[in-house]
């Protein structure tokens, strides 16, 4: 039996239609814009002005502060200005507008393609390295990754779980970065177990992937300590408290880190990112996006850098087709859906996905019926339409009983409710009502 | 083209299921006892069916355009279940009046007075059912034989059924197999276990409903009645015939099962079924009414407020 988190969870359609495509590489555009906010946390503070020459992995954005991350320019060129820019949120927000001239990268960069394994550095160095490349979660949350491999005093790190679940429909950004980086993913798990000081590290691939599975099953034999484990199809396998019961069987509680029990969590693509970062000086400029859509002709897996409009990447995939209804940064059941295909791809682009308007329009709601499938298929034990009501009233201390602020926001009960009912729509807004209310109450 | 990009919340796909589609599944999961009922009660079956189901249907239709001045929710399949399942509840030779009467009640009064599908307290067809026989005593209890493919209808000859029986203390009881393919007397679609229980797997391989409310009532019954069958078995009889007699698998498999009325937590589903099948036994065995599932499944909707209340569903990382 392959094992699964042991809570609610839904299988949509995967439609993986990216699937065993080769990475390839998107031509570098004119012009890229920047986000200085790419990261969960405080935005970065611009450090070029109008009219500075930067080359390929320059810094042009220092941590704003300690949940931050640095941002480096993706290009060689001039900067143009420091402007607000729409960006995936939806929002203009601060961001460095640079015109590319030629690709003349730093020298600190070793830009040879060669494995190398070995990494002397301590968990301080490897850390400080990890810091300065700018590194965030590579799944779509994009939080600043040293500051999950620093935890609080009087806590250990047991083992390392690397989520290689992909369980979002569509998205193959990971399994194909899998398939044709595996050695220095693995290189990188190793230097993440080094920064952790941990003897263990599991790395967690969905069935649906089974030459992912058997790739790096082969690939682990040459390390310690590090296993593969495969799990059972099943969203929202990649939460982060979803996959740590799926592989260890412990329930991170209300609150609570997953250091709590023992836990540090990285996304395959972010070890591959702090591989590039150590072993490299490569800061984190790049990343592979899928860009999918059953309207496309031609899904890819694209190497892009960041920065780079989303609409380069639509017409390497063969053009925005006619009628389409949303550009979605991301996945189907967590992405965002955006207002311009003019927005930049940034650190968490894991994914653009094109539906038409018949596949994302939302059909009329009706009363709720009481069914409790969004009961049965909610990943954290919760009540929706309890939620959703509980917000409707603005009973918010009703809502804070049952546990509105552990929402993951993975949306299957939206996605299941037989009425069409936006359930998730409610909680989110009283998720967010509620959590101002607590941080208020602490204050 | 780009000005008219959708801008709207995850999740951006929805997986497919609606109102309708659970309501026209309990439908097809009812079609075997349907049949059956038709078979071994024929016209009766036919007749009492077919004005149950019209009469619910142009009831809720009529509350809703004049009354409440809604848009009419006729077309989510609702009102036709609770048409079947109150015929289902009844005796084949049950006059027209009656059944609009009743038919009124489960719609009228246990359903559109609350506000309609998903607020009501009780289940709409159980309060018809429950309605007719405190107001219909007589005629809600005299149950006509079953006759392969009988052309009467309220003519027919009537007998005892199985639970009547036994509150008299008559042993002879109809053998297994007829309790099983459904040759003996009853309402019209409790009879036939076999034709329920098919129903049963469809709902489940559908998953429009978990075991745990028919598994929790069938469960409780089998297990209580057993204790008094080892207790005493010569004024107990033994669990199977409780199983199989009366409406007990018709409860437990679609009327105890009904989303609205019944709890949403799994452990509530379990506490709510015992209690069916706990206040079910108690009233068989030691009341003065010689079935008690409709009784019993109404006094547990009244507790599915407060179960809710009580029993949450586990908590991810919660005790």
Same mark, same amino acid.
């Given at each position: 039996?392959?094992?699964?988190?042991?809570?609610?969870?839904?299988?949509?359609?995967?439609?993986?239609?990216?699937?065993?495509?080769?990475?390839?590489?998107?031509?570098?555009?004119?012009?890229?814009?920047?986000?200085?906010?790419?990261?969960?946390?405080?935005?970065?503070?611009?450090?070029?002005?109008?009219?500075?020459?930067?080359?390929?992995?320059?810094?042009?954005?220092?941590?704003?502060?300690?949940?931050?991350?640095?941002?480096?320019?993706?290009?060689?060129?001039?900067?143009?200005?420091?402007?607000?820019?729409?960006?995936?949120?939806?929002?203009?927000?601060?961001?460095?507008?640079?015109?590319?001239?030629?690709?003349?990268?730093?020298?600190?960069?070793?830009?040879?393609?060669?494995?190398?394994?070995?990494?002397?550095?301590?968990?301080?160095?490897?850390?400080?390295?990890?810091?300065?490349?700018?590194?965030?979660?590579?799944?779509?949350?994009?939080?600043?990754?040293?500051?999950?491999?620093?935890?609080?005093?009087?806590?250990?790190?047991?083992?390392?779980?690397?989520?290689?679940?992909?369980?979002?429909?569509?998205?193959?950004?990971?399994?194909?970065?899998?398939?044709?980086?595996?050695?220095?993913?693995?290189?990188?798990?190793?230097?993440?177990?080094?920064?952790?000081?941990?003897?263990?590290?599991?790395?967690?691939?969905?069935?649906?992937?089974?030459?992912?599975?058997?790739?790096?099953?082969?690939?682990?034999?040459?390390?310690?300590?590090?296993?593969?484990?495969?799990?059972?199809?099943?969203?929202?396998?990649?939460?982060?408290?979803?996959?740590?019961?799926?592989?260890?069987?412990?329930?991170?509680?209300?609150?609570?880190?997953?250091?709590?029990?023992?836990?540090?969590?990285?996304?395959?693509?972010?070890?591959?990112?702090?591989?590039?970062?150590?072993?490299?000086?490569?800061?984190?400029?790049?990343?592979?996006?899928?860009?999918?859509?059953?309207?496309?002709?031609?899904?890819?897996?694209?190497?892009?850098?960041?920065?780079?409009?989303?609409?380069?990447?639509?017409?390497?995939?063969?053009?925005?087709?006619?009628?389409?209804?949303?550009?979605?940064?991301?996945?189907?059941?967590?992405?965002?859906?955006?207002?311009?295909?003019?927005?930049?791809?940034?650190?968490?682009?894991?994914?653009?996905?094109?539906?038409?308007?018949?596949?994302?329009?939302?059909?009329?709601?009706?009363?709720?019926?009481?069914?409790?499938?969004?009961?049965?298929?909610?990943?954290?034990?919760?009540?929706?339409?309890?939620?959703?009501?509980?917000?409707?009233?603005?009973?918010?201390?009703?809502?804070?009983?049952?546990?509105?602020?552990?929402?993951?926001?993975?949306?299957?009960?939206?996605?299941?409710?037989?009425?069409?009912?936006?359930?998730?729509?409610?909680?989110?807004?009283?998720?967010?009502?509620?959590?101002?209310?607590?941080?208020?109450?602490?204050? | 083209?780009?000005?008219?990009?959708?801008?709207?919340?995850?999740?951006?796909?929805?997986?497919?299921?609606? =109102?309708?589609?659970?309501?026209?599944?309990?439908?097809?999961?009812?079609?075997?006892?349907?049949?059956?009922?038709?078979?071994?009660?024929?016209?009766?079956?036919?007749?009492?069916?077919?004005?149950?189901?019209?009469?619910?249907?142009?009831?809720?239709?009529?509350?809703?355009?004049?009354?409440?001045?809604?848009?009419?929710?006729?077309?989510?399949?609702?009102?036709?279940?609770?048409?079947?399942?109150?015929?289902?509840?009844?005796?084949?030779?049950?006059?027209?009046?009656? =059944?609009?009467?009743?038919?009124?009640?489960?719609?009228?009064?246990?359903?559109?007075?609350?506000?309609?599908?998903?607020?009501?307290?009780?289940?709409?067809?159980?309060?018809?059912?429950?309605?007719?026989?405190?107001?219909?005593?007589?005629?809600?209890?005299?149950?006509?034989?079953?006759?392969?493919?009988?052309?009467?209808?309220?003519?027919?000859?009537?007998?005892?059924?199985?639970?009547?029986?036994?509150?008299?203390?008559?042993?002879?009881?109809?053998?297994?197999?007829?309790?099983?393919?459904?040759?003996?007397?009853?309402?019209?679609?409790?009879?036939?276990?076999?034709?329920?229980?098919?129903?049963?797997?469809?709902?489940?391989?559908?998953?429009?409903?978990?075991?745990? =409310?028919?598994?929790?009532?069938?469960?409780?019954?089998?297990?209580?009645?057993?204790?008094?069958?080892?207790?005493?078995?010569?004024?107990?009889?033994?669990?199977?015939?409780?199983?199989?007699?009366?409406?007990?698998?018709?409860?437990?498999?679609?009327?105890?099962?009904?989303?609205?009325?019944?709890?949403?937590?799994?452990?509530?589903?379990?506490?709510?079924?015992?209690?069916?099948?706990?206040?079910?036994?108690?009233?068989?065995?030691?009341?003065?009414?010689?079935?008690?599932?409709?009784?019993?499944?109404?006094?547990?909707?009244?507790?599915?407020?407060?179960?809710?209340?009580?029993?949450?569903?586990?908590?991810?990382?919660?005790?």
């Amino acid at each position: 039996m392959l094992r699964t988190f042991r809570i609610g969870g839904i299988h949509p359609p995967e439609s993986k239609l990216s699937a065993g495509k080769k990475i390839s590489l998107l031509d570098i555009p004119e012009q890229v814009i920047i986000p200085l906010a790419q990261h969960i946390g405080a935005p970065a503070q611009a450090v070029v002005k109008k009219g500075d020459v930067v080359k390929t992995g320059t810094l042009i954005g220092k941590a704003g502060g300690f949940v931050s991350a640095n941002i480096h320019s993706s290009v060689s060129g001039k900067v143009t200005k420091i402007d607000n820019a729409l960006d995936a949120s939806g929002y203009k927000r601060p961001a460095v507008f640079i015109d590319v001239e030629g690709d003349e990268w730093e020298e600190s960069i070793d830009r040879n393609g060669n494995l190398i394994k070995e990494c002397n550095l301590s968990p301080k160095e490897i850390i400080n390295k990890i810091t300065e490349a700018g590194i965030v979660g590579m799944g779509g949350a994009t939080f600043p990754t040293q500051v999950k491999l620093m935890p609080p005093p009087g806590n250990k790190a047991e083992l390392l779980i690397i989520n290689a679940a992909e369980c979002e429909p569509y998205l193959t950004s990971d399994h194909s970065l899998m398939m044709e980086k595996g050695e220095e993913i693995i290189a990188g798990i190793s230097i993440l177990m080094k920064a952790i000081d941990t003897k263990r590290a599991v790395i967690g691939i969905e069935h649906n992937k089974p030459d992912a599975i058997a790739h790096f099953s082969n690939l682990v034999k040459g390390y310690a300590g590090m296993e593969v484990m495969p799990l059972k199809s099943r969203y929202p396998q990649g939460g982060e408290k979803q996959l740590i019961d799926a592989v260890i069987r412990r329930q991170v509680k209300s609150g609570a880190l997953p250091i709590s029990v023992g836990a540090v969590v990285q996304n395959v693509g972010t070890a591959f990112a702090v591989y590039e970062a150590v072993q490299k000086n490569k800061p984190l400029i790049e990343r592979v996006v899928t860009v999918t859509g059953k309207n496309l002709s031609n899904p890819s897996n694209l190497l892009v850098r960041i920065g780079t409009p989303i609409r380069n990447l639509i017409d390497a995939a063969g053009g925005l087709p006619e009628h389409t209804g949303k550009i979605i940064g991301g996945g189907p059941m967590m992405g965002k859906a955006l207002i311009s295909a003019d927005v930049p791809a940034t650190k968490g682009s894991s994914g653009i996905l094109i539906l038409s308007h018949e596949e994302t329009i939302r059909k009329p709601m009706y009363e709720c019926i009481r069914c409790a499938k969004c009961v049965n298929v909610c990943p954290m034990g919760l009540n929706p339409t309890l939620l959703m009501d509980a917000t409707d009233f603005k009973d918010w201390e009703l809502a804070e009983k049952n546990y509105i602020v552990d929402c993951i926001e993975c949306g299957s009960c939206s996605y299941t409710c037989p009425a069409n009912r936006v359930l998730l729509d409610y909680i989110r807004l009283g998720k967010g009502k509620v959590m101002g209310i607590i941080r208020a109450r602490k204050s | 083209m780009e000005n008219k990009l959708i801008i709207s919340p995850s999740p951006h796909i929805h997986g497919g299921d609606s =109102i309708q589609k659970n309501m026209y599944g309990v439908l097809i999961a009812l079609i075997p006892a349907m049949l059956v009922s038709f078979y071994y009660f024929g016209l009766g079956a036919l007749i009492v069916s077919a004005v149950s189901i019209t009469s619910c249907v142009m009831i809720e239709y009529l509350i809703g355009k004049f009354l409440l001045k809604k848009e009419a929710t006729i077309s989510d399949g609702s009102a036709i279940l609770t048409g079947i399942l109150l015929a289902f509840n009844l005796p084949s030779n049950l006059p027209v009046w009656i =059944i609009i009467i009743g038919a009124f009640a489960a719609i009228g009064i246990g359903k559109m007075a609350f506000g309609g599908l998903g607020k009501n307290i009780f289940n709409p067809a159980l309060a018809g059912r429950v309605f007719l026989l405190i107001s219909f005593p007589a005629q809600m209890t005299t149950w006509p034989v079953p006759e392969p493919m009988s052309m009467h209808y309220t003519d027919g000859q009537t007998g005892a059924t199985v639970l009547s029986l036994l509150n008299e203390g008559i042993s002879e009881l109809p053998s297994y197999t007829d309790m099983l393919s459904g040759n003996m007397g009853g309402s019209l679609g409790e009879v036939s276990a076999i034709a329920l229980l098919l129903g049963l797997v469809y709902l489940l391989v559908r998953k429009i409903i978990t075991w745990h =409310i028919p598994v929790a009532i069938i469960g409780t019954v089998a297990i209580f009645t057993g204790i008094m069958y080892g207790v005493d078995p010569y004024s107990y009889a033994n669990p199977l015939v409780h199983l199989l007699s009366g409406g007990l698998l018709l409860g437990a498999v679609f009327m105890a099962t009904d989303y609205t009325t019944s709890p949403m937590s799994k452990t509530g589903m379990l506490v709510y079924g015992v209690g069916i099948g706990l206040l079910t036994t108690v009233i068989r065995l030691f009341g003065s009414y010689p079935e008690g599932v409709s009784f019993a499944i109404l006094i547990m909707n009244a507790f599915t407020p407060l179960i809710n209340n009580y029993i949450k569903p586990k908590h991810f990382g919660g005790k």
